[in-house]
């Protein structure tokens, strides 16, 4: 699959020749982050908005009033974080599985925080009294059997979020976080419905106010069931079988699976798909991997997969004609509803994956515009696909050339050495309507947030950035 490449190979391609054809493609693209944000805060805002309309309240002073938005909106946010969890279409397709997943993230900080502070922001009033009073007043939040609900929820929110954000450094699998995550996300919705709906003062307006709350928390447990029951039954009945899977380059694996049976699967070049080999359409042991191919192959599709861990260090266990299961397709790192004068393409590792499902689009459609790819590894030897990829920088219907980065180049190396910097974008992007060209950059995080930030200082526009990191 892989092979050594010239020198004059290395080398090629150094200067953008610009083509300004056109291609667009009409879909409604995703919500810039920010964007996002002003929705999301408006949306968790409803609930206090929903109480002040309530007949049975009046102003109760601005302190109260801020407690009250705090802990409603809080709560809500907690509701929301399960519609947020980049496997319900119908939301990623507007937020962008990225967008939505760093949302989620975020999000789950400021709970811990507000959480965290909700007790406390309660007694506070009372320490001008008297501090001994609000110290009793604190204890009894935490003893009263009243309010054990609430600090149940609040004592197993605090380790969610504590987990959340070190299960990288926590000695468990993957698979068994996520299971976790999910079990301990119902067991403090369901504990904090009930301490809003008997004791939460500052939630508790009127009893439609009740049911508002008890339809929400319903709504989103059943997003998580559903995720985990309902879409799973649904996949089984269109499953894939393993064709082949092959080393390519010295890292990374190519993954070839077709559809088993006559149902409908379509997908856009640069989406990804979790899969799940373990034949049982129910187990939660899958990994999400993007599509190295575009739809012009179907019913095969590929992938290339960086062996990394537990799960990808062995696909050569896979078996041919195995069943996998596919949740998907998901993402929008797509060429969905862009128009621009070129297109960039930047891969770090892995993320040559769906950058090669866009690229290989990309030459089905005959695109002529402008297409530039920089393409870093460690190493020459973890290079995949170069025949294909030199074969297109040498076709005469397309406009593309292919820049290489190594951090540790062999000797007759004349790419880049080093990482992916501003000398090396500058030097491949460096037409005069480069800013009106469409960056595809995807990669491992650290990667893709260094890449972000050095396209940021050239002043390239931020909705011009179009980026897929390899891990939530
Ligand atoms: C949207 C997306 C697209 C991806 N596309 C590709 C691709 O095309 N090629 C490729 O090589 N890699 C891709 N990845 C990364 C890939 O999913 C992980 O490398 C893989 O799941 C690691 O599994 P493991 O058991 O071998 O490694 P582990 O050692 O278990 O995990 C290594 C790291 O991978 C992540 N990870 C592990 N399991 C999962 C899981 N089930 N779901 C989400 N993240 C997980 C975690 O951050 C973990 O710390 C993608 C990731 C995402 C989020």
């Known amino acids: 699959m892989n092979r050594s490449i010239t020198k004059e190979e290395l080398v090629k391609a150094q200067s953008p020749k610009p083509n300004c054809a056109h291609v667009t493609i009409t879909k409604t693209a995703p919500l810039s982050f920010r964007a996002l944000m002003v929705i999301y805060f408006c949306i968790v805002l409803v609930p206090y908005g929903l109480g002040l309309a309530s007949q049975h309240v009046s102003y109760r002073g601005w302190y109260t009033e801020l407690v009250s938005i705090l802990s409603m909106a809080g709560f809500a946010m907690m509701l929301v974080q399960f519609f947020l969890s980049g496997r319900l279409e119908g939301v990623s397709s507007k937020t962008g599985v990225d967008n939505g997943m760093l949302l989620h993230r975020k999000v789950g900080e400021m709970l811990a925080l507000l959480f965290l502070l909700h007790p406390l922001l309660i007694v506070l009033p009372r320490f001008w009294l008297s501090s001994s009073f609000a110290v009793d007043n604190l204890v009894l939040l935490f003893t009263e059997p009243l309010t054990s609900t609430g600090f149940y929820a609040w004592s197993l929110m605090i380790v969610w979020v504590l987990m959340a954000m070190f299960k990288d450094k926590l000695n468990m699998s993957y698979e068994g976080w996520r299971v976790s995550h999910g079990i301990g996300a119902i067991a403090i919705a369901i504990l904090a419905t009930d301490h809003v709906i008997t004791i939460g003062r500052h939630g508790h307006y009127d009893e439609w106010l009740d049911w508002f709350w008890i339809a929400l928390c319903t709504a989103a447990v059943s997003a998580l069931v559903y995720t985990?029951?309902?879409?799973?039954?649904?996949?089984?009945?269109?499953?894939?079988?393993?064709?082949?899977?092959?080393?390519?380059?010295?890292?990374?694996?190519?993954?070839?699976?077709?559809?088993?049976?006559?149902?409908?699967?379509?997908?856009?070049?640069?989406q990804f798909v979790w899969i799940n080999t373990s034949?049982?359409?129910?187990?939660?042991?899958?990994?999400?991997?993007?599509?190295?191919?575009?739809?012009?192959?179907?019913?095969?599709?590929?992938?290339?997969?960086?062996?990394?861990?537990?799960?990808?260090?062995?696909?050569?266990?896979?078996?041919?004609?195995?069943?996998?299961?596919?949740?998907?397709?998901?993402?929008?790192?797509?060429?969905?509803?862009?128009?621009?004068?070129?297109?960039?393409?930047?891969?770090?590792?892995?993320?040559?994956?769906?950058?090669?499902?866009?690229?290989?689009?990309?030459?089905?459609?005959?695109?002529?515009?402008?297409?530039?790819?920089?393409?870093?590894?460690?190493?020459?030897?973890?290079?995949?696909?170069?025949?294909e990829i030199k074969a297109m920088s040498e076709s005469n219907t397309m406009d593309f050339e292919q820049m290489l980065v190594l951090t540790q180049p062999p000797e007759i190396f004349k790419g880049h050495k080093g990482v992916m910097d501003r000398t090396i974008l500058e030097k491949v992007f460096c037409t005069t309507d480069r800013n009106e060209w469409d960056y595809y950059l995807c990669g491992p995080e650290v990667m893709v947030k260094a890449v972000e930030k050095t396209m940021k200082n050239m002043e390239i526009p931020q909705h011009r950035i179009i980026f897929e990191k390899l891990g939530f």
């Open 228 to 270: 985990y029951f309902i879409r799973p039954r649904q996949f089984s009945k269109k499953p894939f079988k393993i064709v082949s899977c092959e080393k390519a380059g010295i890292s990374d694996w190519y993954l070839t699976i077709e559809k088993d049976g006559d149902f409908e699967f379509e997908f856009e070049a640069g």
């Open 279 to 387: 034949g049982n359409p129910y187990d939660r042991s899958e990994h999400p991997f993007s599509i190295a191919t575009c739809p012009t192959t179907l019913p095969r599709i590929s992938f290339i997969i960086r062996a990394l861990g537990d799960y990808t260090s062995n696909l050569d266990r896979l078996k041919v004609g195995q069943t996998a299961y596919l949740d998907g397709p998901h993402g929008i790192f797509t060429l969905t509803g862009r128009k621009a004068n070129g297109i960039a393409l930047i891969a770090g590792g892995a993320g040559v994956g769906p950058i090669m499902g866009i690229l290989r689009q990309l030459r089905d459609m005959g695109d002529t515009r402008p297409i530039r790819l920089i393409y870093g590894n460690q190493s020459f030897d973890q290079m995949v696909l170069q025949d």
